[in-house]
């Protein structure tokens, strides 16, 4: 069960009344990982840790309205030269403003494919967890995201930036939509995203990737799956599916991903096997293997095992 790091109250006013809170959470990760890729091809494993802190506030004011919000601070910072000026960019920061009218962020948020669709289950302690995932258009500089839920229904909508493939601070405007019906032990969403067209890398239409995700669950078994269909030249539909099953303090996942051919003319299947045991407290031991298969070049293999935290 997660536990708070450290909590910081503060009154602070707001309008003549409003009161807000500060408080601190916390995760961090240490294990071994493996990558047969490494090493001239004969595969290394090596050493990987990680810590981050989030600092949150929230607060409300005199009307109800609720505000806040989050940063993250993590063992390694600094600038690209990419990233803009100041003011353009939020690394894993985000503020907020909610009330009847729902919710509307402004930040770091990659959209509503992100928000409402999702990813299904990784495997690992944490440097291999992400293997799993397809990507989204998403963006890259500060965006803004609205979302609205009624009942057992969620609907956003949001836009945002994308930097061009040149480098030089360029940007395509990228926008998404979509919605998600939850109800209990089961979910799915619907969500489309576009951006412009790239000169530099030879577009010359708008680029889109409608996604539909899914969840149920039965038991002690969740099974997610998520499809993406992009109008990219030279991509192919994208699906993925995993199985998480839970006994006592353990659960195995199992995944499965086609990425399609990804424009290099070369097909690629991720297969993912992993367990995580609940240490209680906060910590977790967890690892996982996955098999890259790529049709046309040689396979390759990736594996950690480790422990995981959150404060």
Do not use: C, W
Request: charged residues 20%.
């Amino acid at each position: 069960m997660k536990k708070v790091l450290l909590a910081t109250s503060a009154l602070v006013m707001f309008a003549g009344a409003a009161s807000a809170e500060v408080a601190l959470s916390g995760s961090a990760r240490m294990g071994v990982v493996y990558n047969s890729t490494l090493n001239a091809g004969e595969g290394e494993t090596f050493f990987s840790s990680r810590v981050r802190i989030v600092f949150t506030a929230s607060g409300e004011t005199d009307g109800g309205l609720a505000f806040g919000a989050s940063t993250r601070a993590d063992q390694e910072s600094g600038n690209d030269a990419d990233n803009g000026s100041a003011g353009d960019t939020n690394g894993d920061s985000t503020v907020f403003l909610s009330g009847a009218f729902g919710k509307l962020t402004m930040g770091d948020v990659s959209g509503a494919a992100d928000a409402l669709v999702g990813q299904v289950s990784g495997v690992g302690y944490g440097p291999i967890d992400d293997l799993q995932e397809i990507g989204f258009v998403g963006t890259d500089k500060t965006a803004v995201y609205y979302e609205y839920s009624t009942g057992a229904l969620t609907f956003g909508v949001g836009a945002g930036q994308v930097y061009r493939a040149t480098g030089d601070g360029e940007v395509r405007d990228t926008l998404n939509i979509g919605a998600k019906y939850a109800a209990d032990g089961y979910s799915v969403a619907l969500a489309y995203e576009s951006a412009e067209d790239d000169p530099d890398t030879g577009g010359d239409e708008e680029e889109g990737l409608l996604s539909l995700g899914a969840a149920a669950t039965f038991g002690a078994a969740t099974i997610k799956a998520r499809v993406s269909d992009s109008d990219i030249d030279g991509k192919d539909t994208t699906f993925a599916l995993s199985v998480d099953y839970v006994f006592g303090a353990t659960t195995v996942t199992g995944f499965y991903t086609d990425f399609g051919n990804t424009g290099a003319s070369v097909d690629t299947q991720h297969i993912g096997l992993g367990a995580a045991f609940d240490l209680g407290g906060g910590a977790t031991l967890a690892g996982g293997v996955v098999r890259q298969n790529n049709d046309g070049i040689d396979d390759e293999t990736f594996a950690d095992l480790g422990l995981k935290f959150s404060f």
